[in-house]
């Protein structure tokens, strides 16, 4: 069967997806970040069935792109059940979702997760009690230690099963708006719009709520009478509560929730809470920024220190490999080209790539699992402001740290669709950890420290310039930010390790191979001369930039994958010692042009996906235009400094 | 009856009206906060920067521009 999971961001869906379905999945503690549903395979009582993770979301309205996306998805999808997981500490909340999802025809059954949560802050849930009020099975779990996660698929197996989803109660809002909904879902009934599961109370409620897609749904299938009956049934409900017909039925829902949240909890002493305190100091309003410039800096010195530590004598043992192979294989043969090609890619891997990587991915993950990064958009909100955009745009360009791809695709999370290019165009200037590897491995190991902490300063600096200048062309006002701040949570080894291994895991199946075939085709291209056939076209670049000839081949691979550039540099230079052929100025000009021009085939993708063709080339028109006159000002400039 | 924008940190309130779009309207009800709802302002940031509410025991961080548009009432 095909199960389809369910809920409000942060209730801890991707937990319980990830404890059954291993590592394919990630969760975060930032509402937004699952962009897409997820979806594997499992097994239950010896059958193989399908469970897909939506991402959260508040209701099934239309009027958020992502609420609508999921909508679709879920009555397109032939589902069988739905497990909708709700945050107990915040039941009378989730239980909104929980009675939209109730008007359609599909099983349901409640996962009710943090049940530690709700008992730290006094709240005792009588779960038997809540069953009986929807009329759903009700299964308490706690996803982070894995408790009640066994429990609950057994209970789903049972629901399907045995039909039990029939005997769901039906709840009511008072009589006089349910008569109103009933009457239209009769009428709705006569025509054919129900599908298996949309079902005609759930059209109804929809029309009334003047939800978009419904409305213009109806209104294609040429039913203007259905659509005036609606309205005049809207008039009704305003008339009767003063209130316009949609926060009618809001309010209604709202108060059926809270209703059924008072009898089935009881509410007792509160434990105290050390979060609070620990807020007190990290969004403080002074103390709160010199704790963000601590983090952000203690974090790149440990990649750094990590990194530096472990490239040195790892690229010594493949230099001494590569001299043994030279004089094993004769270093003029065709052979040794491309056994000297593969050393590069794997030795760029190992050596390089790895240890920049994983304590990079360490840093990333842990802060999106404590919960930080949300605060960080309270913290710099007023900042963002001056770039013409709001907190939330944040996290597209902290994601873009980790990679170009999530960060992108995390621009649903805005309003509209001017807010969405902006931070895409952001997203896509911040050096993602490829190119943080080109950074740290080139002008960090051979520039030093300080001259790779500069790049990363000018690079905020141009950021927030192209935002200004792009803001003050597009000066559309958009809607403020509102953003759930989750509680902290202490990440779990179990969670940090597979999210970390999954990101390592990708660049290994996919980057790397890439990476090896790259530069053993470099290496081929080299040996019969082909290279300086793309040197040449590509000279007037090489020129500009004062950078050597052969350079010019590299970042054409890397558009391909950002970190072959630096793979392919010291192959296309023939050596790992870059200053015995690289000035410092060069060095330090192509490490500023490759962090700075066209994104990857992957970003390019997925910009084509969110923002459409036309948006997309701009946003590599404007990357080479910048990496071409930075790499230039740099190349005038440092001369000066180094 | 005063902006939200206007309560200092450490008060509660109760929401009288809310001015805006639906898109403004909706997002805030989703996370439990609408007309008739005590908050408690619990911090700002500096620089006309974001307010974080707390309803329901909901914590919720809006932006100045929204915190001008919620009309609301001080409760002792």
């Known amino acids: ?642 | 009856m005063t902006n939200l924008i206007n309560i200092k940190e450490n008060n509660k309130v109760k929401i009288k009206s809310i001015v805006g779009g639906r898109g403004v309207q909706q997002k805030l009800a989703q996370l439990g906060i609408g007309v008739d709802s005590i908050v408690v302002v619990q911090r700002s940031a500096p620089f006309a920067g974001a307010l974080m509410l707390e309803c329901n025991g909901r914590s919720v961080v809006v932006g100045r521009g929204i915190a001008f548009k919620i009309m609301v009432e001080e409760i002792s």
């Open chain 1, 1 to 642: 069967m095909n199960i389809a999971m369910l809920g409000q961001p942060n209730c801890g869906k991707s937990t319980i997806f990830n404890a059954v379905a291993g590592y394919k999945s990630l969760s975060s503690n930032f509402p937004g970040t699952t962009v897409q549903s997820t979806r594997s395979k499992i097994k239950l009582r010896g059958k193989v069935h399908t469970l897909v993770d939506f991402p959260g979301s508040y209701s099934l309205s239309s009027f958020y792109e992502t609420d609508l996306a999921i909508r679709n998805h879920l009555f397109s999808g032939n589902y069988d059940v739905i497990i909708n997981v709700i945050d107990a500490s915040q039941l009378a909340q989730g239980l909104l979702l929980t009675l939209e999802l109730m008007d359609l025809n599909i099983p349901i059954v409640i996962s009710l997760n943090m049940m530690d949560e709700a008992a730290r802050k006094g709240i005792a849930i009588d779960t038997d009690e809540l069953a009986d009020s929807l009329g759903i099975p009700v299964v308490p779990t706690i996803a982070s230690k894995n408790s009640g996660v066994r429990e609950l698929f057994m209970r789903l197996d049972n629901v399907v099963k045995h039909q039990k989803h029939l005997a769901r109660k039906r709840l009511l809002c008072q009589n006089d708006i349910e008569q109103t909904i009933d009457q239209l879902t009769e009428l709705i009934q006569e025509k054919n719009f129900a599908t298996a599961i949309v079902s005609p109370r759930f059209i109804a409620i929809k029309l009334l709520e003047n939800d978009e897609q419904t409305v213009r749904m109806v209104s294609e299938q040429n039913e203007d009478g259905l659509l005036k009956k609606a309205q005049q049934l809207q008039q009704q409900c305003a008339k009767a509560r003063g209130k316009p017909a949609e926060t009618v039925i809001a309010l209604e829902r709202n108060a059926l929730a809270m209703d059924i949240f008072h009898r089935v909890s009881k509410i007792g002493h509160k434990n105290k809470d050390w979060r609070e305190k620990v807020d007190d100091v990290i969004m403080h309003r002074f103390w709160g920024y010199v704790f963000l410039a601590l983090i952000l800096t203690g974090f790149f010195y440990f990649i750094f220190g990590v990194g530096a530590f472990l490239e040195e004598p790892l690229l010594q043992q493949f230099t001494r490999l590569e001299s043994y192979l030279g004089q094993l294989l004769g270093v003029k043969s065709a052979i040794f080209a491309i056994v000297k090609g593969a050393l590069y890619g794997i030795s760029g891997g190992i050596a390089i790539v790895l240890p920049y990587l994983i304590p990079f991915l360490l840093v990333m993950t842990i802060l999106e699992d404590i919960g930080y990064l949300p605060r960080v958009a309270y913290l710099m909100d007023s900042f963002m402001h001056r770039i013409g955009l709001h907190g939330t745009a944040i996290l597209p360009a902290i994601l873009g740290y980790g990679c170009s791809v999530p960060a992108v695709m995390a621009t649903r999370i805005l309003p509209s669709k001017r807010d969405k290019i902006i931070a895409a165009v952001i997203a896509t200037l911040v050096p993602c950890s490829a190119r943080s590897i080109v950074i740290f491995g080139l002008v960090g190991r051979y520039l030093g420290a300080g001259a790779a902490l500069f790049i990363y300063v000018l690079n905020i600096f141009i950021i927030a310039l192209t935002g200004k200048v792009l803001s003050t062309m597009m000066p559309e006002v958009s809607p403020g930010m509102i953003l759930e701040i989750p509680k902290y949570q202490l990440p779990t080894l179990q969670a940090v390790v597979k999210k970390i291994w999954f990101r390592v895991r990708e660049f290994i199946i996919i980057a790397w191979p890439l990476l090896i075939l790259g530069s053993i085709i470099l290496g081929m291209a080299e040996f019969w001369g082909w290279d300086q056939i793309l040197n040449t076209i590509f000279s007037p670049l090489s020129w500009l930039l004062g950078l050597p000839k052969d350079v010019s081949t590299t970042l054409i691979f890397g558009i391909l994958r950002k970190e072959l550039s630096l793979i392919m540099l010291m192959q296309a230079m023939g050596t790992s010692e870059v200053l015995s052929v690289m000035t410092p100025v060069q060095v330090m000009t192509f490490t500023i042009f490759i962090t700075f021009y066209i994104p990857c085939m992957a970003t390019i993708a997925v910009l084509i996906k969110e923002l459409g063709n036309r948006w997309t080339m701009i946003i590599i028109g404007i990357t080479l235009v910048l990496a071409i006159t930075l790499a230039l000002l740099t190349r005038l400039g440092a001369g000066f400094i180094l």
